[in-house]
Structure formats: structure tokens, C-alpha cells
DNA sequence: TGTTCATTGTGACGTATTTCACAACATCGT
DNA sequence: ACGATGTTGTGAAATACGTCACAATGAACA
């Protein structure tokens, strides 16, 4: 397994990550520390199912269901029950033989193990109409992100105030991020812009990055990446229509 | 396996899929037929690197560049070059020993392979301000996709005109695919009308869905859906932040 | 307290996907 | 015409991921 050559396990660079599997120097004592917590190698799939389940769950909670099997949560979301007990015992045991989860526990643990628990603060790049409409949605507060401050390069939309933040110029980026200790960027910039601002962004301390622009963006492992690519996403489709 | 129980093969309905796999039937009389669009069980994450492979190559063609090699592209998308090579195999040869890949032939061919060769009329559903912005946006036209039509149940907004197109009623939406011959629909509205929407799409004859809401929706198997979903993909990546 | 029932957590297995590694071959310079 | 060079396409091996199937066990109720 050469540690430099695939450090990007290839789907994930492409379908988004570009992550670290944050498990180096694990050769300290192999103690059997089995916490929920333990991140030893657990797969990156794995992971992004987990907000599904999240998401889920909450509905479930505002139904006002308590308590709910595998197999129901399983039939909720199309995947399979088994999945779903496999991707969870990754952590810990959570359930009740005979009983199955209970709901409030359950999500509220899936949160804890992604760090859901708390805000976090993200800086806005790319104040064109996308990062405009970004500034604008609603939906990440409701879910433990919130934009911190806006930036772009082009000084006549700076000072522009947007759904309460003033924008401000990309040279302020780095210096804002380590002062506010921002660990999450959005870039939503022009296609031929979107490396340098990744590049900021890391000199910034960035450690995940949602990536609006059509590019394949270079970071360092430490730095996550997903991907926004509707575009990408629809041409992939037609590839199945049948006329 | 089973037919029915896991249709939608699990992964895909989450990180988006939920297609056919559109190779049943194929008991006609083994014909060895291996032409390029032999698409026999090729894997969905092939077909989902495949759009970004064409993004690379005509940014190699605006650089002016002829000819390229698995090792170069590989470098540029950051994937291993056996893995681009395996992927285009899968659709046939396309490369010359010693040589590479013609840049120009090989973009042409992976997109003929996911039917780009042609413009995909879309229609719009839900024009609340994430409508607004996706009717607005001009990276489709790009890129083999048109909106064609808009729609949203509110009659106040009925009747704008947005982007040169008019707002027209829900009710309308399964004639004028029907019509106008409609494979491709783009769910932006709010996340309970999300399913009651996607219903009436396939009501509509649609194979493709590109989904915004963010719920799992449940479709037959000939239609394929990709979810756009960025508060999941940030919820995915706090995971790996270290503090 | 014992029996029934439902449902978890997980070894063992199976399938899907990626990578290795190399024979085959096209091109070029001589 | 030939050897050197670079790069493809692909069997075979390796790894990653998903599913099966069942022992273990908690709850309910007799």
C-alpha cells in the first residue's frame, strides 16, 4: 500500500472526498480502545451514509416515533437492513435485541460520532449569483453550519452586504479564517478561480471544503472535499435513458 | 437476487443512483456483439467518473493540447491511470500504444457513450428562490441540457416569467412532457412535495431525476435519480475535521 | 421463572471495484 | 528493417464493500 501514490482512494476524489483516512500512527500501543469514537479505518461510504440516517431519524422524531428497527429505518431510506446494522456496529451497539433503536438515542449518537453537536462556521468564496443564492439558503442553519463571512476578488461587490454579511475582499480570507478559527470553506467561484481560492483556503487552516466549481481541486490529505456537480451529475445520468 | 428486494442497489439510491442497470433481456441469443455502447452491467461508478473525464479532456482541447496519456489524465483528475484505462475498456479501445489517446476522438466517443451527443430537454419543478437560481443558471446549456419548461404549485407564481420561460401550474407538468417528449426533471421544491412531485414526473414519462430535496425518493427502477445534497455532504466531512 | 417473540450484532461468505504487472504493439530514429 | 521507447489493454491478484444467516439476548407475558 504506497502511502504517497494512493493517498486519495480514487472515487473519493472523484465522487468527492480527497480525505485523510485519519488513522496514521497507529503503531503507538495497539491498545483495544473500542470506543464509539474509534475511526480506525472505517469507510468513507459508510460515512456519507450516515447524514441519510441523521435526516431520517429526525423525521422519525417529529412523527413522534420512539423506537425504531433496522428494517424499518432500512425500508424508510432503500437500503438494506443489514447495511444499516453493519454501518452502525462500525461504532458501538446501539440497539436492543427484540426492541430495535431508540430513536432519540440513536440520532442523537450518529450526530455526536459527526460532530453534529455543535456550530460550525464556514467562510463563503465566490460572491457571483450562486454564492448570492448560497449566502441566502435557509437550510444550513437548521443543520449546524453557518456562514461565517463572505468573500470575493472583485472589489465592486465587496462591502455589498448579503443576508446580513458584508462581503469582503478575497486578501482578508486567510487572516479571518485563523482569527475565527474557521475550519470549513464553500467555493463557489469561477471554474478558472476555484484552485487559488482552495489554496487560500488551506493556508487559511481549511479541513473541508464544499466545492461548487467544476474542477478537481488539489488539497492537502488532511483536507476534505466534496463535490456540487449538477452538471456532472446529469450527464452521467443520460448514460441510462433509454429512448 | 432477489428481484424486487434490493432494486435500487443500496449505495447508488443514497449517493444518488437508483437506475436500471438497463441490461435485462439479455437471453435473446448471446450475440457477442461487443460494440462500444455495450452497456452489459457496466458499474455505475465507471459511469459516474465518465462525465468527468470529458470536463478533462476539453480542457485539454482549449489548451490546445492533441494527445494525451492514461498517466497524464490520470494525474490531472487524480486517479490512478490503471483505473482510467480499465474504465475506457470497458467501452471498447480507444488508445494507441506508445501513444495515448487522441484528445479530440476520445472526448467525442465517452461523450456519444453518455448520449451528450444531443441536447436533453429538462423541465424545472418548483420555482421557490433555489428554482429561481437553478432556472437562471448557465452551465446547462453548455452542456447538452435545456430547461424547457417550469413549474410550481403556487398559483401567485404562476404566470412570472423567469429566464424567458413562464411559470406554469403543477397540473400541467405530466401533458407537456408527454408532449414535448420530456426524459429529464429537476426537483427543487420544498422536501414534503418532493415524492407527491417525482410521482407525477414519472406519471410524465421521466428518466432521469435530478433531486435537490433532500429526501430519498422512491421511483421505478427505469428512472435513475442523483441527489444534490449539500448540507449532507458538509455533515459528512465534519468527521474528519480534527480540532 | 420459563417460553415465545422480535431484532440486534457479526462471523463467514460473496460480489464489486481497484490495482498490479506485463505482453502486445505502434511509432520513431537510425 | 530493426531495436529502443512509451503506453495501451487486460488477466490475475488484492482490496473494499455488501449480504446472509444465525447465535445471542432483551422484553413480554403466562
Redesign the interface.
Given at each position: 500500500m504506497p502511502a504517497i501514490?494512493?493517498t486519495?482512494p480514487?472515487?473519493r476524489?472523484?465522487?468527492?472526498?480527497?480525505?485523510?483516512t485519519?488513522s496514521y500512527g497507529v503503531d503507538m500501543d495497539l491498545d483495544d480502545e473500542e470506543d464509539e469514537l474509534n475511526?480506525l479505518n472505517i469507510p468513507d461510504?459508510v460515512?456519507?451514509?450516515?447524514?441519510?440516517y441523521?435526516?431520517?431519524l429526525h423525521s422519525l422524531i417529529e412523527h413522534g416515533q420512539v423506537s425504531v428497527s433496522s428494517e424499518e429505518l432500512a425500508t424508510?431510506?432503500?437500503?438494506?437492513a443489514a447495511?444499516i446494522r453493519r454501518d452502525l456496529s462500525y461504532f458501538g451497539k446501539f440497539g436492543k435485541q427484540g426492541r430495535g433503536y431508540d430513536v432519540g438515542y440513536l440520532s442523537n449518537t450518529v450526530e455526536r460520532?459527526?460532530?453534529?453537536d455543535r456550530t460550525?462556521n464556514?467562510v463563503l468564496c465566490g460572491m457571483g449569483?450562486?454564492g448570492h443564492?448560497i449566502a441566502?439558503?435557509r437550510?444550513?442553519m437548521r443543520?449546524?453550519?453557518e456562514i461565517a463571512a463572505l468573500f470575493d476578488s472583485d472589489e465592486n461587490l465587496v462591502g455589498e452586504e448579503v443576508n446580513g454579511h458584508p462581503i469582503r475582499p478575497m486578501r482578508d480570507l486567510v487572516e479571518t479564517m485563523r482569527r475565527e478559527h474557521i475550519?470549513?470553506g464553500i467555493i463557489a467561484t469561477p471554474r478558472k478561480n476555484a484552485q487559488e481560492t482552495a489554496d487560500l483556503l488551506v493556508a487559511g487552516g481549511v479541513?473541508?471544503i464544499?466545492n461548487y466549481a467544476?474542477v478537481?481541486l488539489?488539497v492537502p490529505d488532511?483536507v476534505?472535499v466534496?463535490e456540487?456537480?449538477?452538471?456532472?451529475?446529469?450527464?452521467?445520468?443520460?448514460?441510462?435513458?433509454?429512448?
Open positions: 501514490a494512493r486519495t480514487i472515487e476524489q472523484i465522487e468527492s472526498v480527497s480525505s485523510a485519519p475511526n461510504v460515512i456519507r451514509r450516515l447524514p441519510i441523521v435526516r431520517t424508510l431510506i432503500g437500503v438494506t447495511q460520532i459527526l460532530k453534529l460550525w464556514m449569483k450562486l443564492a441566502n439558503y437550510g444550513f443543520s449546524s453550519f475550519q470549513v479541513q473541508a464544499l467544476p478537481i488539489k488532511h476534505t466534496r456540487i456537480d449538477p452538471v456532472s451529475a446529469l450527464q452521467s445520468m443520460t448514460y441510462y435513458i433509454e429512448d
